[in-house]
């Protein structure tokens, strides 16, 4: 199979010398668009947002081949050239308190390339898998007062760790959109007859 494959440097380097276009389509539905002419993740975030015209910003991150959060499918390293881009933006933003204990939270954090910091795996039986509102895919937006945009996972991960046992997180995340579909069969399911 080709591929271009995006290096550390998050240069994407194709081996084909034609422009390579891939179809790509937004995560919670809506039409199909062809996206080329980017060499990295940044110019590849930023022309999706120029063809689907919302800012660059909303975008958390991007999966290959499927419109659900799965993070085995995460667009982190390389593209094939028959790859469908999923594009997931922001969706409901939330806010959860937890205590921090002994030993470790539970997760497993990645990051966009382009400055967002997202929950890649939840450790079962962990502190963070007991709180069911926090979700694979979730961005983490924010801990207690300090901004966590712009920072690599590593950086996040240190932070983290850099906060005493004992004391209180206040996460603030930001869930990827939902289809149409997921949210009405939430509202249904969990209104009140």
């Known amino acids: 199979k080709c591929h271009a494959t995006l290096e550390l440097n998050s240069k994407l380097r194709t081996v084909s010398p034609r422009k390579q276009a891939y179809h790509c389509q937004q995560a919670h539905g809506g039409i199909t668009g062809l ?3 980017f060499s990295d993740m940044k ?3 930023q022309k999706i947002a120029d063809y689907y015209d919302f800012p660059v910003e909303e975008i958390l991150f991007c999966t290959r081949n499927t419109h659900r959060v799965d993070m085995k499918s ?3 390293s390389e ?3 028959d790859d469908f881009i999923f594009v997931h933006r922001k969706g409901v933003r939330k806010e959860v308190e937890l205590t921090k204990v002994e030993g470790v939270l539970g997760l497993t954090l990645t990051d966009n390339g382009n400055g967002y910091t997202f929950i890649k795996g939840i450790q079962k039986r962990s502190l963070v898998d007991q709180c069911k509102e926090i979700q694979i895919g979730d961005h983490i937006e924010k801990i207690n007062d300090k901004s966590l ?7 996040v991960v240190n932070y983290i760790k850099s906060i005493p046992t004992g004391n209180k997180l206040v996460m603030h995340l930001v869930e990827p ?4 579909s997921r949210t009405l069969n939430s509202y249904t399911n969990n209104r009140l007859d």
């Open 149 to 155: 945009v712009g920072l690599g996972h590593a950086e």
């Open 35 to 37: 996206i080329s002419g």
């Open 79 to 81: 593209l094939y050239f």
């Open 74 to 76: 995460l667009i982190d």
């Open 43 to 45: 110019e590849l975030f």
């Open 177 to 180: 959109l939902k289809t149409v």
